[in-house]
């Protein structure tokens, strides 16, 4: 059994107890232990691979904590690149699948150490480069569930923060002081939601009471990357969780400020179940091994700010057209300086919001328009998003799902006053030209 958190000495859990055999993890990151342990350093297999083969996951991506500097590392394997500012790591590449490799890191708190690690005023760290000792590095991890250590010495793993104990009990707990932790990285926070969804593991009282008061230190990290935090987030395969949480410990009002705002006004709850219901079938697909479009989640997620948006500017006077390009042009600006939404993501976005209205426009070149859009299929699985909170929207739904299964003579039949097809917005039919009548040739007399 491990000591307890913050001992110090830390604990070594025998191959017998621990369940985790070498054929679930990947040979190259075994490959890599077994060479630097040939060279005479130290190598383990080190955090959520380790914490995912005990609670029998099935790990995608092992990383590799060593004494051995990035150099040294790179010394050993032709296959290394060496990246990263603030980190220094070691890439180690066997065709698609990249082996991290990172240096056993320090507190970095002695007076020698302080020309390597550079803290912004606000208390998150800028750039950290302070090597250490395994027992060291156990202590600069974020969660004591992704502090665990496993070596092909003796197929052992090593803890040192009570790591063991707390993935058997499913509890995320912080390592250190929280308040302290979460300044150093407001994205911890997020992490925290994002594992403890995934996992189903709970967030430690200590852990979860000072979110909600420290969410807003998320306004200081880079759009870029809270763009890749919420990927991971929502791409996860527990995206409901997910959301619930952000909500639950005011990370929501954060992240996605126009939406949170949006929900809490909407008096009927339809935009709320319809957004829920988006991300739980976005985790059946995830699940199930099928791929989401970002620009699709997206769209699901700041719907509520763009309808919220659209009756504003509607309520002033504006037409239809121009509010939905202002209302998705503002909301987006907006979002952005957050989220660092791609333009690719964005713009299928719009596409998919503005082409709503157009599914209640049911004349002959609309709707065979309609249906040659590149965009039509996102924009119908929108629609039909739609109507789980909108029961009105079933009958538009049933057409058009109708609509994709007919062959264009069968479907112009149903289209009101129409009786010939339309193909790519033109009409099949088009009434023959009348022949002018040639008029004689006068004669003269000659």
Excluded at 61 to 85: K, S, Y
Excluded at 141 to 166: H, K
Excluded at 371 to 380: E, Q
Aim: glycine share 6%; proline share 5%; net charge positive.
């Amino acid at each position: 059994m491990s000591d307890p958190q913050g001992s110090g000495q830390g604990a070594v859990i025998a191959r017998a107890d621990h369940g985790v055999s070498r054929k679930d993890i990947s040979p190259n990151a075994l490959r890599v232990l077994y060479k630097l342990r040939d060279a005479g350093f130290e190598a383990y297999i080190v955090g959520g691979a380790v914490r995912d083969l005990l609670i029998g996951g099935h790990p995608k991506d092992f990383d590799v904590a060593t004494n051995a500097t990035p150099e040294q590392v790179r010394a050993q394997f032709r296959n290394c690149r060496l990246i990263g500012r603030r980190f220094r790591l070691a890439h180690i590449m066997f065709g698609q699948e990249i082996i991290e490799v990172a240096t056993f890191r320090a507190s970095g708190d002695d007076d020698t150490a302080l020309v390597d690690r550079q803290v912004h005023e606000e208390g998150h760290l800028i750039r950290d480069n302070v090597y250490g000792t395994l027992e060291e590095d156990a202590f600069r991890r974020d969660f004591t569930a992704n502090a665990l250590y496993y070596t092909v010495e003796d197929f052992s793993v090593r803890d040192i923060v009570g790591g063991y104990a707390d993935v058997q009990a499913r509890i995320l707990r912080l390592i250190g002081d929280p308040v302290t932790r979460y300044r150093e990285d407001p994205v911890r926070m997020l992490r925290a939601v994002r594992l403890a969804a995934k996992l189903d593991f709970s967030i430690h009282a200590t852990a979860a009471e000072p979110i909600p008061e420290l969410a807003g230190l998320l306004a200081s990290a880079s759009s870029a990357r809270l763009f890749d935090e919420c990927l991971k987030i929502f791409l996860a395969g527990s995206a409901e969780k997910s959301f619930l949480l952000l909500e639950r410990f005011a990370l929501l009002d954060v992240l996605f400020p126009d939406t949170a705002k949006a929900l809490q006004t909407n008096r009927t709850g339809a935009l709320r179940d319809m957004l829920l219901e988006s991300l739980r079938q976005t985790d059946a697909r995830v699940n199930a091994g099928k791929s989401v479009a970002p620009g699709f989640l997206f769209a699901c997620l700041l719907w509520p700010a763009y309808c919220r948006e659209l009756a504003i500017l509607q309520n002033s006077g504006a037409e239809l057209s121009v509010a939905q390009q202002r209302a998705a042009d503002r909301v987006t600006l907006r979002q952005v300086e957050r989220i660092a939404i791609p333009r690719r993501f964005s713009l299928p976005m719009h596409e998919i919001w503005q082409l709503q209205t157009r599914f209640s426009q049911r004349t002959r070149k609309r709707v065979f328009r309609l249906l040659a859009h590149p965009r039509f299929r996102a924009a119908f699985d929108f629609l039909a998003l739609r109507a789980t909170g909108i029961p009105e929207l079933a009958e538009e739904v049933q057409f058009w799902e109708q609509a994709q299964t007919m062959a264009p003579e069968q479907l112009a039949q149903i289209i009101p006053g129409q009786s010939k097809p339309a193909i790519g917005g033109e009409s099949a039919h088009v009434p023959p030209k009348r022949r002018r009548r040639r008029s004689k040739p006068k004669t003269t007399d000659g």
